[in-house]
């Protein structure tokens, strides 16, 4: 309860979107399409103006709310690209691009990311993780190929409304292979050599990581002390991350 009126107290101190935004957001809202919550909002506002992004990449567009808002915080000669796999939602996206302030910057691109992030090129320096959780752990190889020295990657809804902190066995059936690819992906991030990792309980769950390239966590005392080859790789996850 004290935890849902500091959460309305801090909402109420935020400073309201333009209407276009708001408009898109009620939609949304009302048609059920998960699209990020309040406190992740001004979260990203700051991390953008930190980072002044000249390209994001997001994964997961739905109807286009959280990249018209990352257009709105950025300047005009930011790029923004955005993959997007359902067909009613890209059609819903590209009327929102077309006809919102900051749209012609924004590239949607229509497929299943996993297919899409192999085919590009270039870099992002910053990126925003917004899709089927499950997955996050599968684009990570070809979001770090992506991302510059410095570069920013933000990923939403990693705490999984709680049930990341569960035994497997408290965990539903159904829900149990995305609980356990999400505790696989949260170790990479906070064990990768190349990451630097925070975990936030903001909204539900995000994880900043900037890369670093061999300043991320290593083990101490081993080979890999003295191997930078070997710091490259990820140490196995811990048998508590199996329970
Ligand atoms: C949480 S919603 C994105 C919300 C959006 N970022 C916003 O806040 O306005 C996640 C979206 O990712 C899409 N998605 C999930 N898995 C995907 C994949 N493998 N490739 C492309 N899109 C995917 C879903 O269809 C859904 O529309």
């Given at each position: 309860?004290?935890?849902?009126?500091?959460?309305?107290?801090?909402?109420?101190?935020?400073?309201?979107?333009?209407?276009?935004?708001n408009?898109i957001e009620k939609e949304a809202r009302r048609d059920k399409v998960p699209i990020?919550r309040q406190?992740?909002?001004?979260?990203?506002?700051?991390?953008?103006?930190?980072?002044?992004?000249?390209?994001?990449?997001?994964?997961?567009?739905?109807t286009?709310f959280?990249?018209?808002?990352?257009?709105?915080?950025?300047?005009?000669?930011?790029?923004?690209?955005?993959?997007?796999?359902?067909?009613?939602?890209?059609?819903?996206?590209?009327?929102?691009?077309?006809?919102?302030?900051?749209?012609?910057?924004?590239?949607?691109?229509?497929?299943?990311?996993?297919?899409?992030?192999?085919?590009?090129?270039?870099?992002?320096?910053?990126?925003?993780?917004?899709?089927?959780?499950?997955?996050?752990?599968?684009?990570?190889?070809?979001?770090?190929?992506?991302?510059?020295?410095?570069?920013?990657?933000?990923?939403?809804?990693?705490?999984?409304?709680?049930?990341?902190?569960?035994?497997?066995?408290?965990?539903?059936?159904?829900?149990?292979?995305?609980?356990?690819?999400?505790?696989?992906?949260?170790?990479?991030?906070?064990?990768?050599?190349?990451?630097?990792?925070?975990?936030?309980?903001?909204?539900?769950?995000?994880?900043?990581?900037?890369?670093?390239?061999?300043?991320?966590?290593?083990?101490?005392?081993?080979?890999?002390?003295?191997?930078?080859?070997?710091?490259?790789?990820?140490?196995?996850?811990?048998?508590?991350?199996?329970?």
């Amino acid at each position: 309860m004290e935890e849902e009126r500091l959460k309305v107290f801090l909402h109420s101190l935020d400073s309201p979107n333009a209407p276009y935004l708001n408009k898109i957001e009620k939609e949304a809202r009302r048609d059920k399409v998960p699209i990020i919550r309040q406190d992740m909002q001004s979260f990203l506002q700051v991390f953008l103006e930190l980072k002044k992004p000249g390209r994001i990449l997001e994964v997961g567009t739905a109807t286009g709310f959280s990249a018209l808002l990352m257009a709105s915080y950025t300047p005009a000669q930011c790029r923004i690209t955005t993959i997007e796999k359902y067909d009613k939602r890209i059609v819903e996206a590209r009327k929102n691009f077309a006809s919102c302030p900051g749209g012609e910057r924004i590239t949607l691109l229509e497929g299943d990311a996993e297919e899409i992030l192999k085919q590009l090129g270039g870099t992002y320096d910053f990126v925003f993780m917004d899709a089927a959780k499950g997955q996050y752990i599968h684009f990570l190889p070809d979001i770090l190929r992506l991302l510059p020295e410095g570069g920013v990657l933000i990923s939403d809804n990693v705490l999984q409304e709680g049930d990341i902190l569960e035994s497997h066995y408290a965990v539903e059936r159904r829900n149990r292979t995305i609980y356990k690819r999400m505790r696989d992906y949260l170790y990479t991030l906070k064990h990768h050599p190349d990451l630097i990792t925070s975990v936030l309980p903001v909204g539900d769950g995000a994880a900043v990581s900037v890369k670093a390239a061999g300043r991320g966590i290593r083990t101490a005392g081993t080979e890999e002390d003295t191997n930078p080859e070997q710091g490259r790789q990820v140490p196995a996850s811990p048998e508590y991350m199996d329970r």
